[in-house]
């Protein structure tokens, strides 16, 4: 398996008490984490709410205005927070797989008139470089068979 379970933690935050799971991917040389609340295993369950976020430093962290991620994550939190159980997989591809740094480079190419995708293509990307395959691993480790994404 490319994903390894490396530990988890509880989590305090403005929304409650999460759990956050470390991975590595040792082949990509990248860690990945999964936050969760509740039992996420869903034998004689209800589905799981997930949501698949991408990391975006700017909007997580710094709140740009640029994209929504920071406000989506944030709503996802509390969502799961008000259901009591559910899990966001945070993936660290930022800027739909670029990096950070090009994602910077992309932001001039935007402001000279490209789109997201014309900016990615530009720089010699595709115009999506992000990979869910991991997602799949994840999940396993979380015990959750039945998963509804949330896509808000
Ligand atoms: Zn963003």
Redo the contacts with the bound molecule.
Sequence with gaps: MALRFIESSKLPTRWGTFDIHGFEDPFKGKEHIAITMGDCATEEQEPLLIRIH?E?L???ALG?M?????EQLQEAMKRISEQGRGAILYLRQE?RGIGLVNKIRAYNLQDQGADTVEANERLGFGADMRDYSICVPMLEHLGAKQVVLDDQ
């Excluded at 640029?66 to 920071?70: E, K, S, V």
Aim: glycine share 24%; proline share 0%.
């Design positions: 991408s975006c700017t909007g997580d740009s640029r994209c929504d991620c920071g800027g």
